[in-house]
């Protein structure tokens, strides 16, 4: 298996951080990227697994950081906390459509004939479901404990925040404070009913799509993939529902090794996208 580090510039100049995994086949290419979620990474307990394993299937898989999700120089610290501040949800979506367009157009290897999938996590779903509604490139998409909303603070939280300027978030794995300014909130609150809505873009997305959930995710209840699959075109669509297993499938960080729930979304993933991405 292949590993390569790359570095992709945005048309901003803001440098995306880029790890790939295997080889693009000539013959049949076949490329899955995966979009990280909120306070997620390239680097993240199962994300390189997630690479290792689809290369083993004879994908050329992509994953990355987004330019201002914190991470710098060190792969796995949060220590960039003025671009984290500063992030929105439309700069996610222009990050990862300029993604799409690089491989597309052979950044990354023999690309004539390139089946693009897309695999979301949490946030990172919701990104995942705005951007392909927007680029037919993008022939399949599958969603980890995806958010059905980007709409996840009361007005009190949201009041106070335009007071401060800044809402704290805490890491929870590290216990560092983290702040984000308002940008974030004003992107939402600007685009909120058309082009940050996900309701729309699943409504409007007509391509397969595979939405795979935990049933006690302590982080984004099951109940939004259930109104994810509602909006979709049920002929294309697929709900996985995993039993017994939160936001992560029982991954952790650092990544402590695979278990069944884990394999059971994988090899879900890897099978949706092997009948979906033409090869």
Request: proline fraction near 4%; hydrophobic fraction near 35%; include cysteine.
């Amino acid at each position: 298996m292949m590993k390569k580090d790359h570095t992709f510039i945005a048309s901003d100049g803001e440098n995306l951080a880029i790890t790939t995994y295997g080889q693009i086949d000539p013959q049949h290419p076949r490329c899955v990227i995966y979009v990280h979620g909120f306070k997620g990474f390239k680097d993240w307990g199962f994300v390189p697994y997630i690479g290792e394993f689809l290369s083993r299937r004879k994908f050329f898989v992509i994953t990355f950081n987004f330019s201002h999700n914190g991470i710098g120089n060190n792969p796995t610290q949060f220590t960039k906390l003025d671009k984290f501040g500063l992030n929105t949800l439309s700069r996610e979506v222009r990050e990862l459509s300029e993604l799409i367009d690089a491989c597309r157009d052979g950044h990354f290897g023999p690309s004539k004939g390139m089946s693009i999938g897309l695999l979301g996590h949490s946030r990172g779903g919701g990104i995942t479901l705005l951007t392909a509604s927007r680029k037919p490139d993008a022939a399949a998409v599958v969603t980890w404990s995806s958010v059905a909303t980007f709409n996840r603070y009361p007005e009190e939280t949201k009041k106070k925040w335009r007071q401060d300027g800044y809402i704290k978030v805490v890491n929870q794995r590290t216990g560092q404070i983290m702040r984000l300014g308002l940008s974030l909130l004003d992107d939402f609150e600007q685009h909120k009913d058309d082009l940050l809505s996900i309701e729309k873009a699943v409504k409007s997305l007509h391509r397969p799509l595979l939405i795979v959930h935990g049933d006690d995710d302590e982080s984004v209840p099951v109940e939004e993939a259930r109104r994810l699959y509602g909006w979709a075109d049920r002929q294309q669509t697929l709900l996985m529902t995993v039993s017994g297993t939160g936001h992560t499938f029982d991954a952790k960080h650092p990544f402590e090794g695979t278990n069944p729930k884990l394999e059971e979304a994988l090899t879900k993933t890897a099978d949706f996208f092997g009948a979906h991405l033409p090869a």
